[in-house]
């Protein structure tokens, strides 16, 4: 295995995890069982509901790590300044996204409510209550993906560029499935638990009590993997024996 394919797969695992850090789907996907759970609504079809909205985010997650590096294939060649400008232009946003985790994702009320536009946020928990068959489940699930688009943008813009340098087509399809399963990792942890009895209150209260290690946590690796991307992707340290500056 190269030293390429290796930092690449780093970067994969590493901006999948983030990925998954992040707590919107996470959210909503308690809000859509527990008050399905609420109606009396069979276990059977609680699990339905919830399996679809987690098919939703994974095939919104899938099409937009696949649509991203498709595009960056026709611009990004290997050890390219346009491979060092995109890797420089996705380190500076994770910087920042990684500081407005840090000082913006939770609203500082008693609760886990994200910083998130309210008429937004009010048509989430709205969707998430009225929410009765599987389609629904899953389109919702897809704009759960899209409302936290600002955030995730940074981990899949940073594993796209890392899949395409992937020795071939077989090694590239591997890094996108990796990635899909890693973000979508705590989705179906909580599925699982809610769907074999765990409360939901429970779980909840959990999440407010572990969101501020959990918001430092995601703000922190979002810094570290842009200084890793920098130096591995810009630079050159890693991968290319620190050579991509002479």
């Not at 030293?3 to 959210?27: E, R, Y």
């Not at 500076?92 to 840090?102: K, Q, S």
Request: hydrophobic content about 50%; some cysteine; proline content about 2%.
């Amino acid at each position: 295995m190269t030293p390429v394919t290796t930092s690449s797969l780093i970067i994969i695992i590493f901006a999948g995890l983030i990925h998954a850090s992040f707590q919107l789907s996470l959210s909503v996907l308690t809000l859509l069982s527990g008050h399905s759970i609420g109606k009396q609504t069979s276990r059977r079809r609680v699990l339905r509901l919830s399996s679809n909205f987690i098919g939703g985010v994974v095939i919104a997650t899938l099409l937009l790590v696949s649509a991203i590096s498709y595009y960056l294939t026709l611009f990004v060649s290997h050890v390219s300044s346009t491979e060092q400008f995109t890797a420089a232009i996705a380190s500076g946003l994770m910087i920042g996204l990684g500081i407005a985790t840090w000082a913006f994702y939770y609203r500082p009320t008693r609760g886990t409510t994200l910083w998130l536009p309210r008429n937004f946020a009010e048509y989430l928990t709205k969707r998430s209550k009225s929410t009765k068959n599987t389609a629904e489940a899953f389109s919702l699930g897809i704009i759960s993906v899209v409302a936290e688009i600002i955030f995730i943008i940074a981990p899949i813009l940073a594993s796209s560029l890392a899949i395409i340098t992937l020795p071939n087509i077989w090694w590239q399809i591997s890094g996108i499935i990796l990635y899909i399963i890693l973000s979508a990792l705590p989705l179906l942890i909580i599925n699982s638990l809610i769907n074999t009895g765990h409360s939901i209150a429970d779980l909840q209260k959990w999440r407010e009590k572990h969101k501020r290690f959990l918001q430092f946590a995601s703000g922190s690796s979002l810094i570290i993997l842009a200084c890793f991307l920098f130096a591995d992707r810009v630079v050159g340290l890693i991968s290319y024996g620190g050579t991509l500056w002479l």
